[in-house]
Structure formats: structure tokens, C-alpha cells
């Protein structure tokens, strides 16, 4: 594979496709290139990273996370706060909430030039909540108990909350959705399963400006080929200075970088390039002057397996401790990214006021064929003449799955798949498109054994989403939920609650701790690394800043420049 991508660079540039013979992007046109396709541009129902990527050019939300981790007020005028008075904690029946008052920000519209108002958050909530919808983190909509508004001023409303959380302000995801073009949609069709989904306007109609909020709009959608974005003439920020963005799909990362050279795109995501090609192209960039910027960032980004605990032989806590012993991560993160990526031991990032690597807290599972061999042979799987390790008669033989086209991941799956086999393990690779992957198999539970993907989140942002017996996805609860393994732990659900409501740094982190110590024992899922944001730019772009979070650098593109 890295041969036959070598020899395709050495035909671009043999064709005269050189960086240095294309001129600098202008405001214009930008054009950007993506390795995913984004499911949808409905911003409750989407779930995918190129979505959030595309969404932040052309939605806001009430408030966001800036790339210093600082949470500052969007849509609303200002977070409310407990000091000010502008929210506070009640008795309600002996039971204690939180009611705060948003208000909106005069200027802010839809790209139809109606008022965004308190009645599109209320809109949204009441799609969100429904259970004919499904929602990736539910949990987000349904903190919300009710949203009532001023009678005065239809931008001014009053967020009641199921329970008193302390991070009731942390609303970056709670979304609204234009009530006179989405209402009516919901009202027809949100009483059957997935019937608002499909019918929604966002992918009926998707460029019907009156959708967006945001700096920009979508004025053009080829599914497979482009997404195009014209600046909103009713933002309430600043206009855009850049006149047209494309955000382009080419979802081999292998001919990310000949596309760049030839001028198809003029820039790579972060969701573009594989590790080993940016540090390679970092190295290119240097020697042969080329007029890009090649930027790494520390992540919370969490690249890992899920494991499917409904399987049969994943049930087993002995056979999921064998998988993790038998990789070897430290060799792993060396050979593939020159030690430039660290090896995860659970979910929370080092970036993270959360993180803890004490052994007294968490269980690290440090390489070790000897160890998998014993939990292996405990629990009755034994090698055979074969090679490989079988119980009753049925080999020990495991279904591995990604998002197929991505160099990186592919080489992953080759690396464990050599490792595991020394361990007597059969793993049968079956990837697929990720907008088939992350829309119907993960999202429907459809895998059914090891599922390899990442997740982006926030500092301090609670697992409820992905750890919650509550957030397991099924038919009943309209698949909602990020828990795809199916991991119930009583003891965690417990201690997910008693987060929510603590408004003690120092016990949250203890009940996270407790969380982590759970996680890392039971193994539902295989850490692998703790990935840095990468991406590439023309030298000539001012103002890009890349966050390391899931509130992306496209959060500012209003402040973007190619002058």
C-alpha cells in the first residue's frame, strides 16, 4: 500500500502537478478537502465528525467551547450564571433543578432573514426528545425539562432543568432548528420510526437558506462529490471574508495529498490526512519549499474498538483483558507514528483535567502474550494444530470493522490482526463506507465484533453518551445513545448520575475516577491512542486556529482570510 501510494506521487509530479506552479488560494474560493461524508446536516440528528465539521460553516448554537477551552457565549447574549442571578437552583417538589434565562442576540436570523427565536429551540427540543427520533446523545436534550418564553420578548426564555447539574451552561450542542420550515415536517411525520429523519428539510431541501444561522449557507450538495457554502447575508456576526467554500470528498486519505498538489483542493481538513502522510508531507513541505503549513495538535480525540458484548464470546471480561494483553500499543504508536501519538489506557484524554494514569485508580494493561495466553486458555479457548485457538469445537474467530478508504486505520487493523493471530485469535476484516458504518452499523448496533473508530469530545465532558446502560442503542428508544458496545455497569450509571449534579470540582474528578476504574477492568472497549489533530493549509490563510476538541477551527471561519 505505501509503495503503490509513492508511485502515485512520483506520477503526479512526473505530470508537472506542483505546488509551486498553482497560485495561492484567494477569498474567492476556498477549497477544502474531507476524507468522510457527513450523514446529515441536521444538526439533532447528526453524529459523525464531518457533519459537526461542515455544520460549524453554517449553524451556532447558544454557546461554544474557543480552542483555549474557554466557554464563551454564541447565539445568546450571555451564559447565564449562579453569581449574577440570571439562574438558580430550586426545590421542585423536593427535587433540585436549575432554571436559567437565555437571552438571544437581536441580530440573529436564519438565512431567510426570519428572527432565530426561543420557539425554534422549543421546535427542537420536541424533535430531539421524541422517541421516533434518533439522537446520538439524547441525555443533551432531555436535561431540559421545559423551555418556557418571555411573553414580552420572543427572544427571551427560561431553560428549566430536569436536575441541578453544574454544567447546565455547557449548551454547544443543544441546537434550534427554524420552527417555520421544520415544524410542519415533525407534525406530519414524527409519529412513525425515522419518518422525520428522512423527510426532514435538511435532506429534502438542503439548501433552503432558511435552515442555517451561521456565517455561511449551503448552496449546493452532491452526495459522493462536494458540499458548497455562500456566504449568510443575514449572519449576525461579521460577513465572511472568503466569498465561496467547498468542502470536497475524497475519502481514500491515499490521494489526499495529489489532490492538494494538483489544485483540486487547497487545503486538508482534519479529517483529511493520515498521521504517517502529514509527517511525511511535513517533511516534503520543508525541503521542497512548498506553500502549506502542516499543523499538529494534541486531541482529545480517542481512537478505540468497541467490543460487541452481546457476542457470545466478548461476554467473556477473560477474553476482552487477552485482546487488549495481546497488542503490543507502544510498538504500535512507534512503528506507525513515530512516537508521536501516545497510547491510550481508557477514555479520557491527557488534555483533560480528568485524565489519571494512577495505578491505584485505573488498570493498564501493558503488553504481555504470556498473560492473554493464561486468560485464554482459563477461559477454555485452546490452541489448536492450526494455529489458532477453538472451544467446542468453534475457532475463536472474531469480525473486525472500520471506516473503509482509511489508510491509517487499515494499517491498524493489519498490525492487531498479525498480533492476535500470534495469539491464536482469527480476526476477518469487513470494513465499510463511513456513512454506512457510523449511520446504520454503529449507530443500529449492526457489528457484530470489534468496531475500530474514535471519539471527539470536550474537557470535562461526562461519558454519559457512550457508558450509560440508559444510552445502549435499540428500537425502542429509536436507537439513540453512543453506547454501541452495550456496556451496563450499575455501579457506573450510579456514579453518572451523582456527576451531573456535583458541584465540587474535586468529587466530580473522584466520581470520574470511579468511572475510569470500572472502565478499565471491565475492558467493554480496547484503547488504542490519544490522537493529534492534523491538518494542512496554504501559507497565505490567516486566522486558523485548530481547537484539539470537537468544537472545530470551522467555528471561526468568519475570521478566516486569503488576502
Known sequence: MLNKFAKGLMLVAGFGFTSQALAAPTNNELKIGISQEFETMNPLIMTMSASAYMYRLVGRSLVNLTPEGKWVAQLA????????????????????????????????????????????????????????????????????????????????????????????????????????????????????????????????????????????????????????????????????????????????????????????????????LDFDQALAFEKKAKTENLPYDVHFVPSVTYEHIDLKLDNPILKDVRVRKALLYSINRDDLVKALFEGKQQVAIHNVSPKDPWFTADPKVVTVYRYSKREAGKLLDEAGWKMGADGYRAKDGKRLSLVFQTTAGNKTRELVQVYLQNQWKQAGIEVLVKNEPARVFFAE????????????????????????????????????????????????????DKNLDALDVEFNASKRTNLVHDILKAYTMDVPVLPLYYRSDISVTPKNLKNYKMSGHQFYETNNVEDWSLN
Open 77 to 272: 447574549k450571555e451564559i447565564p450564571s449562579l453569581d449574577k442571578g440570571t439562574a438558580k437552583i430550586i426545590d421542585d417538589g423536593g427535587k433540585k433543578k436549575v432554571v436559567a434565562t437565555w437571552e438571544l442576540l437581536e441580530g440573529a436570523k436564519w438565512g431567510d432573514g426570519k428572527p432565530v427565536i426561543c420557539q425554534d429551540f422549543i421546535t427542537a427540543h420536541t424533535i430531539a426528545t421524541s422517541n421516533n427520533v434518533s439522537v446520538g446523545e439524547k441525555e443533551n436534550w432531555t436535561q431540559v425539562e421545559k423551555i418556557d418564553i418571555d411573553p414580552k420578548n420572543p427572544k427571551k426564555c427560561t431553560f428549566k432543568y430536569d436536575k441541578a447539574k453544574w454544567d447546565f451552561y455547557q449548551l454547544a450542542q443543544f441546537f434550534p432548528v427554524p420552527t417555520h420550515i421544520e415544524k410542519a415536517v415533525f407534525d406530519k411525520y414524527g409519529k412513525q420510526k425515522e419518518g422525520y429523519e428522512k423527510n426532514s428539510n435538511y435532506v429534502r431541501n438542503a439548501t433552503n437558506p432558511g435552515l442555517y444561522n451561521g456565517p455561511y449557507v449551503i448552496s449546493e450538495v452532491k452526495l459522493g462529490s462536494h458540499v458548497a457554502f455562500a456566504p449568510n447575508p443575514h449572519f449576525y456576526g461579521k460577513q465572511p471574508q472568503i466569498k465561496k467554500i467547498i468542502v470536497k470528498l475524497i475519502p481514500n486519505t491515499g490521494t489526499m495529498e495529489a489532490n492538494l498538489r494538483s489544485g483540486t483542493i487547497d487545503m486538508i481538513s482534519t479529517l483529511g
Open 441 to 492: 452499523t454503529m449507530t443500529k448496533r449492526k457489528f457484530d465484533g470489534l468496531a475500530l473508530f474514535a471519539w471527539v469530545s470536550s474537557p470535562e465532558n461526562s461519558p454519559r453518551s457512550t457508558v450509560s446502560s440508559k444510552a445502549i442503542p435499540n428500537s425502542s428508544n429509536g436507537w439513540s445513545g453512543q453506547n454501541f458496545h452495550g456496556w451496563a455497569n450499575p455501579t457506573v
